[in-house]
Structure formats: C-alpha cells, structure tokens
C-alpha cells in the first residue's frame, strides 16, 4: 500500500480563501476589518521569519497587521503595558506573543494577561479550562488545522482510536482533547510510554508532535492508518541541512493510509488557523454568526 498523500499547502490556501471571502463580507457588510497584533520579543532568527510570514499573510486576506517588535531586555512591566493596551484596543480582535520568550520573562504570566476572547495562540488558562470542559473557547492553531485535515479525509472521526505521541500544552494535550470532542478513543503516549510502538500500531489516527527526528517509524504504523506529522525538525544529512518531521517517510507511507509529508503538511495549517482564529474573535467581538466549518 501507499499512502495518500494529504496535500497542508494546498488545504491551508483553501482556507485562508475561505477567510478572506468572510473578511470581505465583514468589511462590506459590517464596516469591520479584524485586526491581529503580533508581539516578537528579542531577536530569535526562527521567530523573525514566523511573524514576517503571518503578518504578510494577514494582510493577504484582508485583515490589518499591528506587529510590535520590542527588544530582548524588554522588561515585564513594559511588556504586560502593552498587552494592556492591545487588550483595550477595540481594533484588535486577536493577540499572538511569539514563544519562547526571553528567559526574565515569565511566559505563563505574559500570555495569561492576554484578553482570553482575544487569545487566538488558544493558550490562556481559561481558553485551556473550556476546550477541556467542551465549552465554546479559541482552539490552539497547530491542533486545530490538523482536525481540520483528519474530517476532510476522513469524515466522521466517532469511534476511532487515536494515539498522540507528544503531551506538550500547544499540541499534544490540545489536541486529545478535540479528538476526544468528536468522539474518538483517545490515548496520549510520549517517549516514556511502555512499548510505544505496540500503542501506535491499535491507531486508526497517529498524530506525531514528539520533536524527535523521524522517531515514528512504519514498525509504529497500523496499516491503512491516517498518520498526522506535527514535527518541524532541522537536521543535517550528507552534509546538507534538511527538514524532516518526526515520522520516518517513506516507511510510514508503506504501510498508512494516509500520511502528511514534511514540509507541506501541517506546517502551512497553523497560519491558516491563526486567520481562521482572529476572524472567529471578530465575529464574536461584534456578536456575529461564526464561519462555519473554521472552528472545532
Ligand atoms: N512559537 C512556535 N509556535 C508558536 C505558536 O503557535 N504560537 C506562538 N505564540 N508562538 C509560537
């Protein structure tokens, strides 16, 4: 067998199209164009190139861009004065601070100042409370635009087995909780679980978010499985630098169903997400009718 490949670059374009086609409509209908504000603290290279990206995609769809730039010694009060004012500023419907911030910061402080309707990254602790009780809250962005990817491939999710390799609070844990949302049986395994490639082979789903290079090879594999792959990891092979995910290809996609590659599968869904994200807050901010099929 070999995988269907589940094309993110091209899923993520149809939903940033879907978005822009709502912004569109807010601003000729409502008079209200979204607003993200960015904050980059410092000047982590990896973290420049992330915000450039999602600011020019912003804009691409409609939305106005804020990016705050500040410099790496930014002390905590000055920071927490400028959530405070992005909080209050009816412009802005969503807020990202870039992670991880520099090390006098304390992250959990810096994004639980963050107006939790305005919250797009989905990590304030109130935001976690209500994916965790399945009430209405912004979802995590890299979560969410791999459920995306599993209902359009697989429709009905009810009933499956799920394992999630990986229990970081941006991916892992998120992303149990939605799959157990729409009804899955849910196992979260990490690199300590007993036997972690017995686990992985009872996954009808496998989502690989471990930040080990190519650890997830097709020995972990249920043949026929839909195999998400959350890594981004840098490695050098033959003396060139290469981006691999934390699944092992080309072995995996012998014996999946369907298999996201490295680049091009989830990594594009998380800005499309982060669009999908601020248009949700907008709509809410105004007491508007959501976008359907953008949200959990
Ligand atoms: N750094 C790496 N990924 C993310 C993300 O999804 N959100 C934020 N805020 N920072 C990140």
Known sequence: MTAKVIDGKEFAARVRAQVAEH???LKSENGIVPGL?????????????YVS?????????????????????TSEKDLLALIDRLNKDPKV??????????GHLNSDLVINSIDPAKDVDGFHISNVGLLGTGQK????????GCLMMLRDHLGSLSGLNAVVVGRSNIV???MAQLLLGDSCTVTIAHSRTKDLPGVCRQADILVAAVGRPEMITGDYVKPGATVIDVGINR??????????GDVEYDSAA?????ITPVPGGVGPMTIACLLANTLTATCRAHNLPEPQGLTA
């Open 254 to 258: 012998k014996v999946a169903g369907a």
């Open 53 to 73: 990206s999602k600011g020019k995609m912003t804009v691409e769809v409609g939305m106005n861009s804020y990016e705050h730039k500040l410099a790496a010694d």
């Open 172 to 174: 892992g844990k998120p």
């Open 23 to 25: 912004v569109a409509r």
């Open 235 to 244: 490695i050098e092979r033959d003396g060139k630098a290469k981006l691999v």
């Open 37 to 49: 504000a960015v904050v980059l603290v410092g000047e982590d290279p990896a973290s420049q190139v």
């Open 137 to 144: 809250s912004m979802v995590p962005c890299t979560p969410l």
């Open 93 to 102: 419907n969503g807020i990202l601070v870039q992670l991880p911030l520099p």
